[in-house]
């Protein structure tokens, strides 16, 4: 049984290399959760990201679902209060409708109890959570290379963990070092925020203004975040796409962009095939753990980090499979994930075609609509009321 406790400063004068039960690779949201939530347990934890400032540049929308509607979405994942009844300050803007605006841009508003945040300081406080719950926590340290699936070199020493977790985003490091593929599809996607008098709805515009994905308004506190994802094999450099919607709506709301655009990857093919391996276990993005219908992993990434920190605390003073992470994170959330990948297979027909997505948003309706965004099946009529 491998030790546990607050760090372990390896014994022999040989060997300098600091030893803890769990190394997390990456403090997003996946990690910082998975870190809380072992540290919370008694576990020695080490959470190492490559950024000089966690959370800094922002790469996001910066929406998030409320408690209430995430239950509601996953209702067979208990508590979520613990994980996204956050303090009042990273609450940007509460907003309730989202309006789906078609190719011919007919408006549908979908109720949808949501809030903007601040990325910037909401990733912050979730390392700070994992600080508080006993975890290290070392920014600017950038993981180089994983040797025999334990030893993490890095820009600023070597450190061994009985457990390591991959929470690395799309192009997770620690995934690549085991030999195990990553998601199949990834939507680039870029974002800026902007001043202006915004209103209280967060618009997505759908069809050739981004094809195969949308552009976005997501209304924050005296301005918007603005941006765009699309599909890179219908949108040829989707930069150019992602750069003429925020200067359109840059103009249309008399303001300019208050900072570079900045971009990353969505992976919109749902999870990967397998997220534990011996005694590696991937987390967030780095596993694909994503809503495919709209793009969402901060929560699911939480939700899968929870489950993580749990699991391993459970697998090392109990000698739990740390398997079951991989069977319960599915059980929970894994059906929904699954229903909007293939909500997303079928919507692909009309990705090229404004005239055929139209159709097809004017037969979904409101309540079709919601359904896809939600991750449900438009096909299953038992909850269409
Ligand atoms: C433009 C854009 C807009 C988005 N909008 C939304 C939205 O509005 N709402 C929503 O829910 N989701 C949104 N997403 C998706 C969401 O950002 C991710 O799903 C979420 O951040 C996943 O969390 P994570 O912790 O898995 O990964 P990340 O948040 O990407 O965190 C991974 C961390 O790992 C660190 N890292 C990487 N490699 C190393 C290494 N070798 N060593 C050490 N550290 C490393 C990185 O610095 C990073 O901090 C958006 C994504 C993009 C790109």
């Known amino acids: 049984m491998p030790p546990l406790g607050r760090a372990k400063r390896a014994q022999s004068e040989g060997d300098p290399v600091e030893k803890f039960d769990v190394v997390v690779v990456g403090a997003g949201p996946a990690g910082s959760t998975t870190a809380r939530f ?20 922002v790469q996001c929308g910066e929406l998030m679902a409320k408690t209430e509607e995430m239950t509601r979405i996953f209702p067979l ?23 789906m605006v078609s190719p011919s841009m007919k408006e549908y508003d979908i109720p949808f109890s949501c809030f903007s945040t601040e990325r910037r300081y909401f990733d912050r406080y979730q390392a700070d959570l994992a600080a508080k719950a006993g975890a290290t926590v070392m920014s600017d340290t950038k993981m180089t290379r994983l040797e025999d699936s334990h030893r993490v070199f890095t820009t600023r020493g070597d450190f061994e963990g009985s457990v390591i977790v991959g929470a690395d985003g799309p192009f997770s490091a620690v995934r690549r070092s085991i030999g195990v593929k990553g998601p ?3 939507y680039p996607a870029m974002s800026t925020t902007m001043d202006g008098s915004f209103s209280d709805e967060v618009y997505m515009y759908f069809g050739n203004v981004a094809p195969g994905g949308y552009g976005w308004i997501i209304p924050k506190k005296g301005g918007a975040n603005v941006g765009l994802g699309a599909d ?8 150019r796409y992602a750069k003429e919607f925020i200067s359109r709506t840059a103009d249309k709301f008399s303001t300019k962009p208050k900072q570079l655009v900045a971009g990353g990857w969505v992976p919109m093919s749902g999870p990967i ?22 793009g969402g992993g901060i929560q699911i990434s939480m939700i ?16 739990t499979e740390l398997q079951s992470y991989d069977s319960e994170w599915r059980r ?17 027909i009309s990705f090229s075609r404004d005239w055929l997505m139209s159709a097809i948003f004017r037969v979904a309706g409101v309540k079709g609509l919601a359904k896809v965004i939600k991750c449900k099946s438009v096909f299953t009529r038992a909850d269409w009321t």
């Open 38 to 57: 072992a540290a919370e347990a008694g576990l020695s934890v080490l959470l190492i990201d490559s950024r000089k400032e966690i959370g800094w540049p």
């Open 273 to 294: 095939g397998g997220t534990a391996y011996g005694n590696v276990v991937l987390v967030g993005d780095a596993a694909g753990q994503v809503m495919a219908t709209n």
């Open 332 to 348: 929970v959330v894994g059906k929904d994930l699954a229903t909007a990948r293939k909500m997303m297979r079928y919507a692909s």
């Open 232 to 239: 890179p094999s219908l949108a040829r450099g989707v930069g």
């Open 77 to 99: 994942v208990e508590n979520q209060g613990e994980l996204f009844d956050v303090p009042g300050e990273f609450v940007s803007r509460p907003i309730d409708i989202i309006k």
């Open 184 to 186: 199949e599809l990834l």
């Open 304 to 319: 899968c980090g929870r489950i993580a920190g749990r699991t391993i605390a459970a697998h090392l003073k109990k000698g």
